[in-house]
Every structure is written in C-alpha cells, then in structure tokens.
C-alpha cells in the first residue's frame, strides 16, 4: 500500500487490501507473539514462576515467604532424615518393579486379548480402572485389603479356600477361666492328675452369649463314681464374672465338646459333653489320667494377611496402582500390534516357529517402540505416585509406604509448613523426572 | 425464643456503647460517639468479614450459619462470608497467612498454630472483647485464649475429650457397670474379656485416638499444672512422669487379647472403624476412648441407640486430689488477623451465650461459656458429656493440637508416628520416651 503517494493504478487505491498482501517481518513477528501471549502467559504463571520460586525457596529457612539464606542445609535433611530416605528408597522400589510389571501385564492382556471373543468386552474391563480417580481407587482397595475376611475381599478369598482345608472349631474365641486348665497341642488340658473316681471341672471363657451352642442348660457338678471320670465342660462366666473354676447359678454348660482322657499322652478314651456340660468316662483302670479339650474344638478361623500392616503395605499398594495402569499399557500396546505387519508374523509361523517362539523372537522385537514408551510413560508416572498412597495406606503405616511427593506434601503443608525441606524435596523429585522426560522427548523427536 | 431476646436486650446496649455506634444522625461508623439508644438493631456498623472454617455442608456449616443469622438479627448490615475449608484449613490459612492475605477472621483448632501466628505478629488482640469475655468465661477457658499475655482468640466451641464411650448391650452382658476408677476399668475390661467380647476398640491407624488416651491418663496422673508444663515442652518427654503414664497406658494397649483385632488389628482401625467395631451389629468390642464427637459417629455409621445401645462415662480418676475430674478439650479458636468495628462486634457477639445457646439448642455443640444453661442441649447423652466442661476446675486443652504440628499433628510423624510404635511394642517405654523428645526437641528448635 502506497498511502499518500502518487499512483497509476487508481482502482487500487479504492480498495488496498490489508497486511496480508505483503506483511512485514515485524507484523509477523507481532502474530506470532499475539497468538502465543496468553499461552505464554499462564505458562509463566502456573509453570515457570513456580518452579523458579521452588528452586530458590530451597535454599532458604522454613517459614514464611522467602526465610533466611541456609544454604544447602535443606537438601542435607533430605538425605538424613530417615522418614524422606524411607520416601527416596519406596520410591526406587517403585520404579524398579511397577514400570517392569505394567509394560508386562499390558502386554499380556494386549496379545490375549487380541485372539478371544468378545475382545472388546475384556478390553474395557480391564481399562475401566484408568477412568477411575486414583483417589477411589485407593478408598475401594483400602476396603478389600481389610485384614478382617468379614471385611476384606481379598482376605475373605483367602479364607473361603482356607475353610476348606481347616474348618473353624465351634468354640474357637474360648480360653481356660483358670490357670489350672493349660494349652496342650492346641487343645486345653487340666493340670491336676484324675484317677477313678475324681471329678473334672474345665472352664471355659470369653464365650460370647450367641455363641454358646444351642440347647445348652445350667451347668452341673456331676457326681463322682467308683470307676468313672466325671466332669464338666462349662462357660465359666455370669454377669459380673463369678468366682472362677466353681460351677455357678447362671452359668451354662457346653454341650457338643469332645472330651478326651489321656494317659502318658495317649488319648485312652473320647466322650461328647451333654446339655449341661457333664461327660463321663466309664470303665476307668486305676492309674493316673489327665482330661481335656480337643485341638479341633477350639481351631480358630484364618485371620487373614494383614495387606495393611507395615510390612505388606507397599506391594499391597503397587497391586492396586499396576490393577488402574495395566489398562493404559494394555490399549497401547494392542494399538500398536494391530498396527504391526501380519506378513512378519505369518512368515515365522511358515516357517515352522512355535507360538512362543514368534512371540518372543518377532511381536516383542517388533513391539518394542511401544513398549518403551509405555516403560518410560510408567517411570515418570512412578515416580510423581502420590495419591493412591494417600488414600490407601492407613496413617499408621504412611511412613512405611512413604513416597517421595507425600513427603514432599507432609513436610511442606502438613509438618508445620517447613517449605523450606519441602522445596527441597520437589526439587529432587523434578531433577529425578527431567533425565526420563529427555529420553522421551528425544524418542519423540527421532521418531518424527 | 423470647427468653433469649430480653437477655440480649442489656447486652447489646453494652455493644452500641463500645462499638461506638452514635443516634441515627451520625454517620461515621466508629465516631465513639456514645449516644446510646436503645434499639435492638445496631445499623450503623456495616461491613464484610471473611471467616474461613472447617466446618462443611455435612459437618456444621448450617449451625454457624444459624449463628450467624442470630449476630445479623443484631447487626443487619454486617455481612458475614463464611467459607467452608474443610480439614484441610491448617494448610490453607498456612498458605494466606505467608502469601499475606489471610481472611479477616478463622477457625483455627490448634493452639500452637495461633501462638505461631501471634509471634508473628499475624493476629490482631481482641482485648476489646475481654469483658464480655470475662463475664461469660472461667479465667481457666480465657488463659486458653491467651497468648504472649494478650487475649487472642475465643474458644467458640469445645469438645469433651475426656470421655469414654461403651456399649450398653456389651456392659449388660459382662454384668458391669462405668467405673469410676481405673484399677475399676482394669477389672471390668477383664470380667468383659471372660464374657466373650473385647473391652476395648483401638483406632490406632489414626495416630491421634492414641495420643488422646495417653493424654487422659496423664492429665488425671499428673495434674493440669504438670500437664500444661509437658504440652509446652518446659518438662521433657523423658521426664519419669511420661514413664509413669505409658506404663499406664500399656496396662490398655498391652492387654493384646482384650483389644478388638489384637494389636494388628488395632494399627490398621481407624478412628472410625473403632467406632463401628464397637457399636456395629454384632458388637465386637466394648468400649471406645474418644471425645464427645464418638456420639456422632455411632449414630451416623451404626444402627445403635442412645442409652439402650451406647452410651458414656467421663473418664475414670486415676491419681485423687483437685485434678481427677480434670477436662481436656479440644476446640475451635476463633481469631482475627484484622481489626474494624464490625469484626469487633462479631467477635463480641460470638463470646455470648446466646451465640453459644442457638448452636448447642442445635446439638453437636460444647462451650466453655457459664451462662449457657445445661438445659439447652437437646438430648441426655449430650448433655452428659458437654455439662463437666462447664464445672471442671481445670481444663486443658488437647495436648497434640498445642504443640509444634510437625510434633503433634502430622500423619506419621512425630506423636502421631511414635505412638503406634508404642501401641505396636507397650513393653519399650524408655525407647518410645526417647523418640518422643528428639521429635519433639527438633520441632520446637524451629
């Protein structure tokens, strides 16, 4: 355009189209910086004014907005303070095997999942976790891995196929009332010798009322007899306590217990307890015999694994995080199967490669792009885990399962706000991320 | 209603005075005019207060607004944001605090915070307030408000925590009655345990229920005096005393078979599932240690009822003398970072019983206050566990909530770290003694 000037062409000058016609370097330039502005912008606000802030706020005393120049000292307490090198030290444990077993098991459902009916319906089963916050993923295995198999799926299994094998005795919460009824063999026994003729009275406690067997009546000393053992199995408790050992109004027997009499730890004789308690055992030699309680009687239910305890938290954590992630490697890695030349594969087979063999020597080889960038994706995923250890693992066992971000957060925010140790921790954590974010963006790079 | 509105009357001439609000003629809202006239409605204080809380839609946050409207009947032309943080508060005053634009008033629960921010210079005094104060609360809830010598905050609203919850059905079958003593409470946990349930429900996955129990026992072993003295950290945690009182406490957490789960169990319940093992259908333990709020928790997670399912004790004396009945609290303190006639007036209005009475008419509300009436609370249980606060001699507040949070109220660590340790191995008192003190040597250094 030529305002002003002196022209030959006067329809132009009517109607000059605008800068388009021959923009200038500088209106390029100024495009180009309109367009990028407000990206740039939230860019430097959420990202770059952060993370500078952080990396100096390292360097400084915990409270308030900046503190006092300490130096290095933040970073010291970082690797000195045993609940962050128990973070640092989970969180190497984390990388060295989640990554592993995601890019594993997605590649297992990805090969299988290609060869069944229904592919689709497995498919987002097994994806359907990602699409679940990690947060409820974390309350929802917190419920299954309770230690009580009333309560816990996973240990309700466990107790489901243990029952099978070893059933529950029906007094299995009962102890002795007395120190004169010992444990012996996993049943109880009554210390003090019988011979013919004596009575024996084996109490029994900490019965609940509902299960105390049906039909049960007040308990009775039974009489002595010449030739006979008589006693009594009984729950040895009335509101209040009662006097222990001695056969009370209001106490009950227990009928349905096998009673057995020893000599010289032989069992001799069995007899089953009646209404009120009493047994009795007939035809009895002179000699000394003892009386007790069977082993089976008192046979407790599985407890189950304590999947919540110090020791079981953190693989009872990498199962619930490699349970939401092995969806994700899964559509991944079967995207890119499906995407792998078939002729490769049929060529293997015609030659006589077993299943495995293509397997393991073609579709992994061929696969192994992707299974990188799932391997990669998982590490630096790993390494910033925070959210399902914050709901899953209880506040008693958060220091055992302790990663390096809820380090970062109980120090800073939690801890009396030292954000002088917690910048210090997020910096570590963002120099452990930046080395695999390179690899990857180099990855990206070569692959365009 | 209308009892309430004429025992205002005298009070809200006493405010127009001190607000300084002048006759209708004169307009600037703090002239210190005193023409006080005797309407009910204070027009001339206008304004905004910002009051970030923890109490939520499910948690409170309409009995404060309920509150809040008895303050508007008032002062109709103060407008009062109240904005529901959440548990999450510590952090986010936290945040305001050190970015410099906290909100005009909060709700902070733990002492040790609001001493952090009166050092600081963060908060504003309400001395203003100190004689409304006076005349409504024991000097022992004023010295809690106190800090550095200056009134601070207020202690709007406070939970019992030196009670025990058992269940009725548990403590019928057993044939024992709430004991008074603790050798009793020994002896009924263990006539309990042979009538074929638990005595006790242990939270411990949550560090505090744990830390609460050892507070009881020392505060009714030691006194308040010494107790005040240990939350301080004027007396060290290796200190004997603290000895006397986890051999104590170990009597409970030690008794392994009488402990709902044993003790794995125990570090894996936590607060809450200690409340619906104990008053579930079936019951599976006896008795819970926990404040005032355990009521809540029954009703709202289990099918029990008051008096025939659950009810409660205070709990039991241990050393006699003046301390026995002792009450710890813990409560919400309520503070200003700023200072203008009407936050003035709402700080004024909040430390009178009929700000105090129109939420503890509501229910899930205990108060320092003397001149609320017992009678307010809307049921028996309720009153049970709120009525001793108001005639113990001496009450201390939380101990964890008063110390250092990276000491007393951080998940994992310091207190609420240790005492699962302990719980996990009771024998180890002089180990566990010395954990606690360089955990708490290192939090109160900074």
């Known amino acids: ?448 | 209603m209308k009892r309430k509105w004429l025992a205002a009357v005298p009070l809200v001439a006493v405010l127009a005075v001190t607000a300084g609000c002048g006759s209708k003629s004169a307009a600037p809202k703090a002239s210190g005019v005193a023409g006080a006239q005797k309407t009910l409605t204070n027009k001339a204080v206008s304004g905004t207060i910002t009051f970030d809380g923890i109490w939520t839609a499910t948690s409170g946050q309409k009995n404060f607004a309920d509150v809040i409207k008895g303050f508007n009947k008032l002062y109709p032309n103060v407008h009062v944001n109240y904005k529901p943080v959440g548990d999450n508060l510590p952090t986010v005053l936290a945040t305001a605090v050190a970015g410099g634009r906290p909100p005009d008033m909060a709700d902070i629960a733990q002492p040790g915070t609001v001493k952090q921010f009166a050092t600081e210079g963060k908060l504003k005094p309400i001395t203003y307030a100190s004689g409304v104060v006076s005349k409504n609360f024991a000097p022992a809830w004023r010295s809690l408000g106190t800090f550095n010598g200056k009134l601070y905050a207020l202690v709007f609203k406070a939970a019992n925590k030196s009670v025990v919850w058992y269940d009725v059905p548990d403590f019928k079958n057993a044939g024992v009655t709430p004991p008074k003593t603790f050798s009793q409470l020994l002896a009924d946990a263990k006539t309990i345990k042979s009538s074929g349930v638990p005595a006790y429900s242990i939270g411990g996955a949550d560090g505090w229920t744990l830390t609460d129990l050892f507070e009881n026992i020392y505060l009714r072993t030691f006194g308040a005096a010494k107790y005040n003295a240990l939350s301080q950290h004027k007396i060290k945690w290796t200190d004997p005393s603290v000895a006397t009182a986890l051999k104590t406490m170990a009597k409970i957490v030690g008794d392994t078979s009488n402990i709902y789960g044993g003790t794995t169990g125990a570090l894996q319940y936590g607060f809450n599932d200690s409340v619906a093992n104990a008053f579930g259908s079936p019951s599976k333990a006896a008795m819970v240690f926990e404040a005032d709020f355990v009521g809540g928790a029954i009703t709202s997670s289990t099918k029990s009822k008051p008096k025939t399912g659950f009810n409660t004790f205070t709990w039991p004396s241990i050393t006699p003398g003046p301390d026995a009945g002792a009450v710890e609290i813990a409560g919400d303190l309520f503070v200003t970072f700023r200072d203008n006639p009407a936050i003035e007036a709402f700080v004024k209005y909040l430390a009178t019983p009929q700000a105090a009475e129109i939420w503890a008419h509501e229910g899930g509300f205990g108060t320092g206050n003397h001149n609320v009436p017992a009678s307010i609370y809307p049921d028996p249980i309720t009153k049970a566990t709120e009525a001793p606060i108001l005639s113990a001699k001496s009450v201390v507040f939380d101990m964890s909530d008063s110390q250092p949070p990276a000491f007393g109220a951080t998940t994992g660590q310091g207190e609420w770290g240790l005492f699962p340790q302990f719980l996990k191995n009771p024998s180890d008192v002089s180990g566990i003694q010395k954990k606690l003190e360089s955990a708490a040597a290192a939090a109160y250094k900074k």
Not at chain 1, 143 to 150: A, V
Not at chain 1, 195 to 222: C, M, N, S
Not at chain 1, 274 to 300: C, E
Not at chain 1, 327 to 336: D, K, R, W
Request: a positive charge; aromatic letters at 10%; charged letters at 10%.
């Open chain 1, 1 to 448: 355009m030529s305002a002003g000037g002196i022209t030959a062409e006067p329809p132009v000058v009517a109607a000059p189209p605008p800068d388009y016609s021959e923009p200038g370097r500088l209106g390029k330039y100024l495009t180009g910086a309109i367009f990028l502005a407000p990206a740039i912008f939230l860019l430097s606000v959420w990202m770059a004014y952060p993370v500078v802030y952080t990396i100096i706020r390292s360097f400084f005393s915990p409270q308030g907005f900046l503190g006092h120049w300490v130096g290095i000292s933040n970073y010291k307490t970082l690797f000195t303070t045993s609940t962050l090198t128990t973070a640092i030290k989970n969180n190497a444990i984390w990388v060295a095997v989640v990554p592993a077993f995601v890019t594993a098991v997605g590649l297992i459902f990805a090969v299988l999942t290609e060869r069944v009916r229904w592919a689709v319906a497995f498919k987002t089963a097994i994806f359907l976790p990602m699409a679940i916050s990690a947060f409820a993923t974390g309350v929802t295995w917190r419920i299954m891995y309770q230690q009580d198999p009333g309560l816990g799926a996973v240990n309700a299994l466990g107790k489901a196929v243990k029952g099978v094998f070893s059933p529950a005795g029906v007094l299995s919460s009962a102890s002795p009332s007395t120190a004169n009824v010992i444990p012996s063999h996993g049943g109880l026994i009554l210390k003090t010798p019988l011979h013919p003729g004596g009575i024996a009275l084996i109490g029994l406690t900490a019965i609940p009322p509902d299960q105390v067997p049906k039909g049960a009546k007040q308990a009775v000393t039974p009489p002595a007899k010449p030739g006979e053992i008589t006693g009594t199995v009984w729950r040895d408790f009335k509101p209040g306590g009662g006097i222990a050992g001695k056969v009370e109004t209001g106490e009950l027997g227990l009928p349905g217990v096998a009673v057995e009499l020893d000599q010289n730890g032989k069992t001799v004789q069995k007899a089953t307890t009646a209404a009120d308690g009493s047994f009795t055992f007939t035809g009895v030699k002179s000699g000394t015999y003892q009386a007790g309680v069977g082993a089976s009687t008192f046979a407790k239910p599985w407890g189950g694994f304590a999947w919540l305890g110090p020791s079981l938290i953190v693989p009872a954590l990498m199962i619930a995080y490699i349970w939401i992630w092995a969806g994700f490697a899964m559509v991944v890695i079967a995207a890119g199967l499906s995407a792998m030349p078939r002729d490769v594969l049929e060529a293997a087979r015609t030659d006589g490669a077993s299943e495995w063999q293509t397997f393991r020597r073609v579709t992994v080889p061929l696969l192994a792009p992707v299974l990188s960038v799932v391997f990669i994706t998982m590490i630096i995923n790993v390494l910033k885990v925070f959210d399902i250890v914050y709901a899953l693992a209880p506040a008693s066992v958060q220091q055992n399962a302790n990663v390096i971000a809820l380090a970062m957060y109980y120090t800073a925010f939690q801890g009396g706000g030292n954000f002088g140790v917690g910048s210090a921790i997020a910096v570590f954590l963002f120099l452990l991320v930046i080395p695999v974010l390179l690899l990857n963006i180099r990855r990206f790079k070569r692959e365009v």
